[in-house]
């Protein structure tokens, strides 16, 4: 790998546990100050959705300044929205800005991997980042929960901090020092951000102004979609995605409906798909190269397979293998499928502009996927048939695409 590549897993790590670990912490400070509850689901809604709506943006702002840079800048800012937070801020906003400098992050943070990385070791470089990722939101989870839980033991000595030290014109809460903790570990993402500097970055000036506008995005969504290869490693990642939130929330739904389990278990369970998911990309990572990701493929069918399986599943010891595989599977496909999204991303535009299109689907199909999800239970669907819903994008678009990934590297090929 190349030199400070050690450094953006850490970097990278520091920043995804601070985030997870501000959303849980977001939700309890809103019960906190009196919010109704169907706010906590806006958090997470106003974070995703700065990645469709600032999709024009992102993308030629991390390709027009160093990358490292524009990672260090982001932290900054997120850590400017925790304190916004405490200065009395609506949270939806806070999210919302905290969701921007994420959504430029991430351009950012791959098109280090693009411009660094060679395309053999290019799918090895992605599970390994993801693999930080995944980590970290498994223990930004369990450290926002550990951060609430201190709280109720040293209640009084942050609410007597809070009355004698605490300036008047901030937001008198119990979070004071959980959210502080959470500026501590984004100031140690800034500091691994140093190391990031090692790694080299193309610089597209002069471009910025002029194509941070909506028609010059959908120029590039356009072409990568028209790309054989580009248009079906999109295709299968955006529903990838979408169906991965769709399990997320639906292991919650089976644990209380299935298993007679409570919230905080059922919320154990997501870590098992977690478990998988890392297992996968670790597999992905030392398997798959280059046009062999069409093996990748049939592990969509294995999740099309495992999600009706789960729902008519109401013995917890054989859930748990299935959730594992499950996501296993999910690591299997994506993995290599991002890859390959930015290699064909890369010959048609710069790296910033393929990871914002490539962020703009996927959390679209995210967003639309939740939406139907939470519509069908409003409805008081069973289970089973929303599972099967769920499943029906994998089989449409995995089936035909085995039939044809062949086809279009023979065009690729020839052209």
């Keep these: 790998m190349p030199k400070g590549f050690g450094w953006l897993i850490l970097a990278q790590s520091f920043a995804g546990l601070a985030d997870n670990a501000l959303l849980i912490l977001g939700v309890f400070f809103l019960q906190e100050q009196g919010y109704p509850g169907w706010w906590a689901p806006l958090l997470k809604f106003s974070l995703t959705l700065s990645y469709v709506l600032m999709a024009s943006v992102v993308g030629p702002l991390a390709d027009a300044f160093a990358k490292s840079h524009v990672m260090l800048v982001m932290t900054a800012v997120k850590i400017l929205a925790v304190c916004m937070l405490l200065g009395g801020f609506h949270p939806l906003w806070v999210f919302a800005l905290t969701g921007f400098a994420a959504s430029v992050y991430a351009p950012a943070k791959y098109g280090l991997l693009v411009e660094n990385v060679s395309p053999q070791r290019l799918t090895s470089a992605n599970a390994w980042l993801e693999i930080a990722a995944l980590i970290s939101l498994m223990g930004g989870v369990v450290l926002g929960g550990w951060l609430m839980d201190a709280t109720k033991f040293g209640s009084e000595l942050v609410q007597n901090f809070a009355n004698q030290a605490w300036p008047s014109w901030l937001v008198r809460t119990q979070m004071t020092i959980p959210f502080l903790v959470v500026i501590g570990i984004l100031g140690l993402s800034a500091l691994m951000n140093i190391g990031v500097l090692a790694m080299k970055a193309k610089v597209h000036q002069g471009r910025l ?3 941070v506008h909506w028609h010059s995005f959908w120029h590039f969504n356009r072409r990568l979609w028209s790309d054989p290869l580009g248009g079906l490693s999109l295709r299968v990642t955006a529903l990838g995605w979408g169906v991965g939130a769709v399990l997320q929330f639906a292991v919650l739904v089976w644990a209380q409906s299935h298993a007679q389990m409570s919230l905080q278990s059922g919320a154990y369970l997501q870590g098992l798909v977690a478990l998988g998911v890392i297992g996968g ?21 294995v999740l099309a397979i495992l999600l009706p399986c789960l729902a008519v599943t109401h013995d917890l010891i054989l859930a748990i293998p299935m959730l594992m ?24 535009m710069p790296p910033g502009r393929s990871i914002a299109v490539q962020g703009f689907n996927e959390n679209l199909s995210v967003l639309l996927m939740l939406a139907i999800y939470s519509a069908l239970l409003s409805w008081d669907w069973p289970l089973l048939p929303i599972m099967v819903m769920a499943s029906l994008p994998l089989w449409i678009v995995a089936t035909p695409c085995l039939q044809s990934f062949g086809h279009a590297v023979w065009r690729d090929r020839r052209a």
């Excluded at 296993?328 to 290699?343: C, R, T």
């Design 209 to 211: 102004w002029r194509e």
């Design 281 to 301: 990309a670790c597999m992905a990572a030392t398997n798959a190269q280059g046009f062999k990701v069409r093996r990748s493929l049939w592990w969509g069918l």
């Design 325 to 348: 595989l499950a996501g296993w599977s999910g690591g299997m496909l994506l993995i290599p499928m991002n890859a390959l999204l930015q290699k064909r991303g890369k010959r048609h």
